[in-house]
């Protein structure tokens, strides 16, 4: 039974309940002397409903989640299935086109060895069906009766029913952590296997970067190098993009805060919010197509020879371009943060506009701007598509801006996106270079909320 009739199942029983429940407590309410009962009806019914939907919900999810291993047992347990093959893809196979056709996903097999699975596909998922179709309503039934019972005139149904909703909403506020907390857990778990056959002093401090996925002989520490990775991703995301994203957005919340009217920046603030809209994919293209042999050319009409199109240059100004709004946001806020009165305080001393800017604006400004340009550097070195399209796959130790160049996150696509092994170092090579740009993005992060909270002032 699809999951989705579970649910419309339970949550219609735990309508009636509510309907029921509340019924009950107006009934009392009446009976009651004064017309006063412990709790509103309305928390009556609602105790009932989650005690009815809760259980039957965690339940539905946990059977969905196990049935289909059932449903596999007992299907090559039939007789049928003794001429499959013990192990392997083939295996697999051939019950994954009887499951597709006992489900009605697919009209036929196209492998003989299937078609005697499908029969018994279509019994074990009907018998499994059935079964947690009638736990779930034995679930909800006895969720139901269990707290429709306890309904009395004194019952304290607004303090069960807040405890309720206060814990959903902890688990709400924890699933971020725990989502931290796992993706941590994964990183570490593969880093650590990949560290016991690479030498983490050759990984962070070698030169050269040739890991072979698909090798079969011994591991060459001296292969994984990833000095020109992480030279890669500083160079393009922290300093070439960096050039581009901070005077541009610095100069782009100043004009915007201090010299344009209001209807200039009705129209220029919204143009500027919609570069960080755009599609990764559609700046790698530009990059790529406009940007690359533009850069190129202008290396080659300058005298620089070997210039590539595949260029750390375009990475890096499509780049800069795209975290501009980052910048400009942070710091327009920043500065449209600052009193009114600290402007006028320094223009009635005598202060230019310009002046005014520099030493009273900017400053108080200080630890939002940098805050915004911490920010900007988290989702440059992050970034990949614009890697992938328009600097290259080439690991060099070159600062030479019109060269190839990689990143950290192009080698973990390449090396996750491949038919190696996830045994190989070469693909727990990528764990591990995602652990690195775990480590940097938190200490960035880290860096900006010291700066804020050290720099910080309140003004009244």
Same mark, same amino acid.
């Given at each position: 039974?699809?999951?989705?009739?579970?649910? @419309?199942?339970?949550?219609?029983?735990?309508?009636?309940?509510?309907?029921?429940?509340?019924?009950? %407590?107006?009934?009392?309410?009446?009976?009651?002397?004064?017309?006063?009962?412990?709790?509103?009806?309305?928390?009556?019914?609602?105790?009932?409903? @989650?005690?009815?939907?809760?259980?039957?919900?965690?339940?539905?999810?946990?059977?969905?989640?196990?049935?289909?291993? =059932?449903?596999? !047992?007992?299907?090559?347990?039939?007789?049928?299935? %003794?001429?499959?093959?013990? +192990?392997?893809? !083939?295996?697999?196979?051939?019950?994954?086109?009887?499951?597709?056709?006992?489900?009605?996903?697919?009209?036929?097999? +196209?492998?003989?060895?299937?078609?005697?699975?499908?029969?018994?596909?279509?019994?074990?998922?009907?018998?499994?069906?059935?079964?947690?179709?009638?736990?779930?309503?034995?679930?909800?039934?006895?969720?139901?009766?269990?707290?429709?019972?306890?309904?009395?005139?004194?019952?304290?149904?607004?303090?069960?029913?807040?405890?309720?909703?206060?814990?959903?909403?902890?688990?709400?506020?924890?699933?971020?952590?725990?989502?931290?907390?796992?993706?941590?857990?994964?990183?570490?778990?593969?880093?650590?296997?990949?560290?016991? /056959?690479?030498?983490?002093?050759?990984?962070?401090?070698?030169?050269?970067?040739?890991?072979?996925?698909?090798?079969?002989?011994?591991?060459?520490?001296?292969?994984?190098?990833?000095?020109?990775?992480?030279?890669?991703?500083?160079?393009?995301?922290?300093?070439?993009?960096?050039?581009?994203?901070?005077?541009?957005?610095?100069?782009?919340?100043?004009?915007?805060?201090?010299?344009?009217?209001?209807?200039?920046?009705?129209?220029?603030?919204?143009?500027? !919010?919609?570069?960080?809209?755009?599609?990764?994919?559609?700046?790698?293209? +530009?990059?790529?197509?406009?940007?690359?042999?533009?850069?190129?050319?202008?290396?080659?009409?300058?005298?620089?020879? &070997?210039?590539?199109?595949?260029?750390? /240059?375009?990475?890096?100004?499509?780049?800069?371009?795209?975290?501009?709004? +980052?910048?400009?946001?942070?710091?327009?806020?920043?500065?449209?943060?600052?009193?009114?009165?600290?402007?006028?305080?320094?223009?009635?001393?005598?202060?230019?506009?310009?002046?005014?800017?520099?030493?009273?604006?900017?400053?108080?400004?200080?630890?939002?701007?940098?805050?915004?340009?911490?920010?900007?550097?988290?989702?440059?070195? &992050?970034?990949?598509?614009?890697?992938?399209?328009?600097? &290259?796959?080439?690991?060099? @130790?070159?600062?030479?801006?019109?060269?190839?160049?990689?990143?950290?996150?192009?080698?973990?696509?390449?090396? =996750?996106?491949?038919?190696?092994?996830?045994?190989?170092?070469?693909? =727990?090579?990528?764990?591990?270079?995602?652990?690195? =740009?775990?480590?940097?993005?938190?200490?960035?992060?880290?860096?900006?909320?010291?700066?804020?909270?050290?720099?910080?002032?309140?003004?009244?």
């Amino acid at each position: 039974m699809s999951p989705a009739v579970l649910l @419309l199942l339970t949550f219609g029983l735990g309508l009636v309940g509510w309907l029921v429940a509340r019924s009950r %407590a107006w009934a009392y309410r009446r009976a009651a002397p004064g017309g006063r009962i412990h709790s509103l009806p309305n928390f009556h019914a609602w105790y009932v409903a @989650l005690w009815i939907v809760v259980p039957a919900i965690l339940f539905a999810i946990t059977w969905n989640a196990i049935s289909p291993a =059932l449903v596999t !047992e007992a299907v090559l347990a039939d007789p049928a299935a %003794a001429s499959l093959p013990a +192990f392997g893809f !083939e295996r697999q196979s051939l019950l994954n086109e009887a499951q597709a056709v006992a489900t009605g996903a697919s009209p036929a097999v +196209f492998s003989e060895g299937a078609q005697g699975l499908v029969e018994p596909y279509r019994a074990a998922l009907s018998r499994y069906n059935i079964i947690g179709l009638v736990v779930t309503l034995l679930i909800a039934f006895a969720g139901g009766a269990f707290s429709f019972l306890r309904l009395r005139p004194d019952f304290t149904a607004r303090t069960r029913v807040e405890r309720a909703v206060m814990a959903l909403l902890l688990f709400a506020s924890l699933v971020a952590i725990l989502t931290t907390v796992g993706i941590i857990a994964s990183l570490m778990f593969e880093t650590v296997r990949f560290f016991t /056959m690479v030498s983490p002093v050759d990984f962070l401090f070698g030169t050269h970067w040739a890991p072979d996925p698909m090798s079969s002989g011994a591991v060459k520490g001296d292969e994984f190098g990833a000095i020109p990775l992480f030279w890669g991703t500083i160079y393009i995301g922290a300093i070439i993009a960096m050039i581009v994203a901070i005077p541009l957005g610095l100069m782009s919340a100043i004009y915007l805060t201090q010299y344009a009217d209001s209807r200039v920046r009705s129209i220029i603030k919204p143009l500027l !919010e919609i570069l960080a809209g755009v599609p990764t994919v559609v700046y790698g293209y +530009f990059a790529a197509l406009t940007v690359a042999p533009a850069s190129r050319d202008f290396a080659q009409g300058i005298g620089i020879s &070997g210039a590539s199109t595949e260029s750390s /240059m375009a990475a890096g100004l499509v780049m800069g371009i795209m975290i501009i709004p +980052f910048v400009s946001s942070m710091a327009d806020d920043s500065i449209a943060a600052v009193p009114q009165a600290m402007r006028d305080g320094s223009l009635a001393m005598g202060a230019t506009r310009s002046e005014t800017i520099r030493r009273v604006l900017i400053p108080a400004a200080l630890p939002g701007i940098v805050a915004g340009v911490m920010l900007a550097i988290s989702r440059a070195i &992050g970034e990949t598509m614009i890697v992938v399209m328009a600097a &290259g796959a080439s690991a060099n @130790l070159t600062a030479n801006p019109f060269q190839s160049m990689t990143t950290v996150t192009f080698q973990i696509v390449a090396m =996750l996106t491949g038919e190696g092994s996830f045994d190989h170092p070469a693909t =727990l090579s990528a764990f591990a270079l995602g652990m690195v =740009l775990f480590l940097v993005t938190l200490t960035l992060n880290f860096i900006a909320l010291r700066v804020v909270k050290r720099y910080r002032e309140a003004y009244e």
